[in-house]
Every structure is written in C-alpha cells, then in structure tokens.
C-alpha cells in the first residue's frame, strides 16, 4: 500500500471510503484520528492528508508516542544540547506551517498526555500553525472508559476519524498491493519485469498477515531476494524463511486454525490482555498463570520485536 512513492493501493469498498474520508479531510485543519490494525497504512494515509493539502509544500513531522517517554517530550518541545549550549526545535516548531503526525498515540505517556493537550490548544498563541494527526491500532475510546488514556485529549483527535480494515479483509486487494510491492522492489534492483503467477498469489491469501502490509512487503521483498528466475511462483513462496499462520481455509472441521503452540499462546495472551484493556492482572486471572509469567512472556515476545507486545504499556 506504501512505497516511498507514497502509492496508495486498493479498491475494496472500505478501504476507498477511508481514501475518500482521508481525501475530504485534506482541505480543512480538524484534527484527524486514523485508527487500525499494526501495519495497516495508517501513516501512510496520514502523509496521504497532507500531501494532499494545501500544506504540501511545508514540512512533515512523525513523532513515534511508543519510544522512551522522555525522548518524546524532547522530539515535540525541543531541548537544548549539553555539549554545545545549541537549543533544537521540536517538532511542533519544526513544521510550523506544515503537518504532525503522533504515531502510536496511545503509548502517549500518562501525563505527557494531559500537557500535550494543553500545548495543543495554544498553538496560535505562539502563532503555530499545525495540523495535528494521530494513528492508533487500540481502541482510544475503551482505553478512556478504563482510565488510561486521557479524555480531552481523545476528544480533541476524535472529532474527524479514519477507520482502516486489516489486510486480510481486503480480498483481491491483497493481489493487486503484492503486485506493486514486486514492481516497486523490481524498480529499486533494476531486476526487469518481475511476474507473479496466480496460483501463488492465491497462496499469498492463505496466510493472516498479522502485520498486515508492513508483513506483506518485507515477505515479497525477501523473497525475491532469495529467489531464481523472474516469475514469483509458489516454490519460491514456499521456500520462504516464514512461520505461517493459516487462515480460516485451512481451519480444521472444529473451525481452529493451524499454528505452532507458541503462536497460540502468543495470540491467546494478547486477546486477554485486549480484552481486559492491558490490565496484566486480570489477563493473569484468565489465562490461569501468575502475573510474574505472564510479564515474563510478555518480555519475551517484545525481546522478539512482535510489535503488539513492543507497544504495550
């Protein structure tokens, strides 16, 4: 869906609704809230709203909420450097005129999150003119009603919404969005017309895509890499270096999917965490364990770099 083209790609009904939203919304300066599951183009359409704005020309700013606290209040304020004495300007300075974009706001710190609105809401006294976007991939509004995210905050971002669905609701998009991924690697590699055969892009749809097109494109691209001839065959998919977790059409007559049972147990303690709205407590309770074991596995997965459990509070 992303390149460094900034190609958005797609036909699915939802998804073109969500470009059309991301298309209205360009003209006007509401603060826009883009909601989805990791790896789902979400900042990729918030560079689409100010491409697509009459701030294009003015400069684009990403503030990831999830890196140490600290280091985001000295990305978005500025901070003086200890060395040379050398004031830097954060970001809201920075694009002054233009767009930021704050990534993951719901791993805002707690009370980060309460001067951030403030700082938001007084842009023009300092004669700052930004538009303000966020992504998420929680739902903010669960989060408020459990305490853990703050409410004016949400509300100033909640007014405009975009709502992105996951991949593997996306249907024949997933052909199309594979196809641009092998041009755009082709392009990069000077590697030629690079096909890819139908029944492995059939193949393609077997698999979940937890992270969705961030997942996709590292896959083709690997695959490629790794790859003999110039036709993206099922071979070559399957000689990919990939764990994968099947989809529904290769559930068993009980309706389970396939997967490892470290898989499954990765899975099952994300959706208690989920469902409990990350209370470690009660997630323990569920799943039966101490809380000791479950900050441990959860330690664990984010050692891996599983970006569900890197983002958890």
Aim: hydrophobic share 40%.
């Amino acid at each position: 869906m992303l390149s460094q083209g900034l190609v958005l790609v797609g036909n699915h009904p939802k998804f073109n609704i969500a470009l059309e939203t991301a298309r209205n919304v360009a003209v006007t300066k509401t603060p826009v809230l883009i909601s989805g599951e990791v790896g789902s183009g979400k900042r990729a359409v918030g560079a689409y709203i100010h491409q697509n704005s009459v701030r294009r020309s003015a400069r684009l700013e990403i503030v990831d909420c999830s890196v140490e606290s600290q280091t985001v209040e000295r990305i978005v304020l500025g901070f003086r450097d200890d060395q040379t004495g050398k004031f830097n300007r954060g970001v809201l300075e920075l694009a002054n005129g233009g767009t930021v974009i704050f990534a993951n706001i719901d791993a805002l710190d707690d009370n980060f999150q309460k001067r951030l609105y403030t700082i938001l809401q007084e842009l023009p006294d300092y004669e700052l003119d930004v538009r303000i976007l966020a992504t998420t991939s929680k739902n903010l509004s669960k989060l408020v009603g459990a305490g853990k995210f703050s409410r004016p905050l949400y509300t100033y971002f909640s007014g405009a919404q975009i709502d992105l669905i996951s991949l593997r609701e996306r249907g024949t998009d997933l052909e199309l969005i594979a196809r641009h991924f092998i041009e755009e690697y082709a392009a990069e590699t000077n590697a030629g017309d690079i096909s890819l055969c139908s029944e492995a892009a059939r193949k393609l749809t077997d698999y979940n895509w937890n992270n969705n097109l961030h997942e996709l494109r590292s896959f083709i691209r690997k695959t490629l890499s790794n790859m003999d001839g110039m036709t993206l065959d099922v071979s070559a998919i399957e000689k990919g270096e990939r764990k994968v977790e099947f989809t529904s059409a290769e559930a068993d007559e009980d309706g389970f999917k396939l997967m490892s049972l470290k898989d499954a147990e990765k899975l099952l303690i994300k959706k208690a965490l989920v469902f409990t709205s990350e209370n470690r407590t009660q997630a323990a309770k569920i799943l039966g364990v101490s809380i000791r074991t479950l900050r441990n596995k959860i330690n664990e997965y984010r050692a891996e770099g599983t970006s569900y459990f890197v983002n958890l509070r």
